[in-house]
Nanobody, 121 residues
Framework: QVQLVESGGGLVPAGGSLRLSCAAS????????MGWYRQGPGKQRELVAT???????NYADSVKGRFTISRDNAKKTASLQMNSLNPEDTAVYYC???????????????WGQGTQVTVSS
């Protein structure tokens, strides 16, 4: 059984920083792209950042220059360093991974349960 577990959310004042972590566990054969998405109050889920197994990154325009995504392929983890946070960054942040388990023959997309990030003004 494959799981993605996020950690690191919390309450932070505007201008502050947080670091989110995501750990993939289970019978995982290979992980392709990993990413972070977020869903703010009354909003649709949106992409924040993604990173390929080769380290290629992609960011939403709203977080470029403030957030940094990274991963450790050996540990099957991904992190999101968030700096200069503002109240508009308040959302539930979800980890996402395209991975292939030993049990299944193809890549599927998995999601974590989400972690709340609240930025106070």
């Amino acid at each position: 059984q494959v799981q993605l577990v996020e950690s690191g959310g919390g309450l932070v004042p505007a201008g502050g920083s947080l670091r989110l972590s995501c750990a993939a566990s289970g019978s995982i054969f290979s992980i392709n792209k990993m990413g972070w998405y977020r869903q703010g109050p009354g909003k649709q889920r949106e992409l924040v950042a993604t990173i390929t197994s080769g380290g290629r990154t992609n960011y939403a325009d709203s977080v470029k220059g403030r957030f940094t995504i990274s991963r450790d392929n050996a540990k099957k983890t991904a992190s999101l360093q968030m700096n200069s946070l503002n109240p508009e960054d308040t959302a539930v942040y979800y980890c996402n991974a395209d991975l292939r388990s030993y049990a299944l023959g193809s890549f599927y997309t998995y999601w974590g349960q989400g972690t709340q990030v609240t930025v106070s003004s």
